[in-house]
């Protein structure tokens, strides 16, 4: 059984530019979320997708976006970059359950430096 | 929105139990009450989660007020191996999921 796992490792970006980030799912896992978790602080929610829909978003602008695919893969878009979006991005699978009582299972993340 | 609020940091000695306290005051009456831990250089690990009632698995306890403004995660037997940052984490139920975490507290173990 393969993990999450999570494209590039570290990645560094200028001011202004785009960036994408690449999760895939761990086998039998149909739900994909993404965090952004800033050096010192908790992960923060950015979405959620389930069945290649968004299923849920955390308070982040229309700049981060993603797609998942129908291999449940994921991707994180995010447009225009500022300085406050170097963070590490993780990105968590799971199988999708309404009550919300699902593990997650976490990706190693992916830094993102932007200069 | 559903806010967390955990202390900075912890202590305790190898061997001994260990309470560590999240404060949820603003849950709503069907989110999920999870617990995650990260060592350094690695993402999130679950550890328990539990809706009203009391919990164990062979990681933990998991211990919710019964307003369940509150809850607490136990481990009955620090190790070495179990310093590490500790998250509570709120998810909402249904669809529009919201997946809410706290600052967490580092968890340091004295030999």
């Known amino acids: 059984e393969t993990g999450v796992t999570q494209s590039p490792t570290h990645l560094i970006k200028t001011r202004g530019q785009q960036v994408t980030l690449r999760c895939s799912s761990q086998s039998g896992h149909n739900t994909v979320s993404w965090y952004q978790q800033a050096l010192g602080q908790g992960p923060q929610f950015i979405f959620q997708?389930?069945?290649?829909?968004?299923?849920g978003r955390g308070n982040f602008p229309p700049r981060f976006s993603g797609l998942q695919f129908p291999n449940y893969s994921s991707e994180l878009n995010v447009n225009a970059l500022e300085l406050d979006d170097s963070a590490l991005y993780l990105c968590?699978?799971?199988?999708?359950?309404?009550?919300?009582?699902?593990?997650?299972?976490f990706g190693p993340g992916t830094r993102l430096t932007v200069l | 929105d559903a806010k967390t609020t955990q202390p900075n940091s912890m202590e305790s000695n190898e061997e001994e139990p260990v309470h560590l306290p999240c404060n949820h005051s603003?849950?709503?009456?069907?989110?999920?009450i999870h617990w995650y831990r990260q060592l350094p250089s690695q993402g999130p690990e679950y550890v328990i989660h539990g809706l009203t009632s009391n919990v164990n698995n062979r990681m933990a306890s998991l211990a919710i007020a019964e307003d369940r403004k509150s809850s607490t995660l136990i481990l009955h037997r620090a190790t070495l191996r179990d310093a590490a940052v500790y998250y509570c984490?709120?998810?909402?139920?249904?669809?529009?999921?919201?997946?809410?975490f706290g600052s967490g507290t580092q968890l340091t173990v004295l030999p």
């Open positions: 984490l709120l998810i909402s139920s249904g669809s529009a999921r919201q997946l809410t």
């Open positions: 603003t849950i709503s009456g069907t989110d999920y």
């Open positions: 997708y389930y069945r290649e829909e968004e299923n």
């Open positions: 968590a699978s799971s199988l999708y359950n309404p009550l919300g009582n699902n593990e997650q299972f």
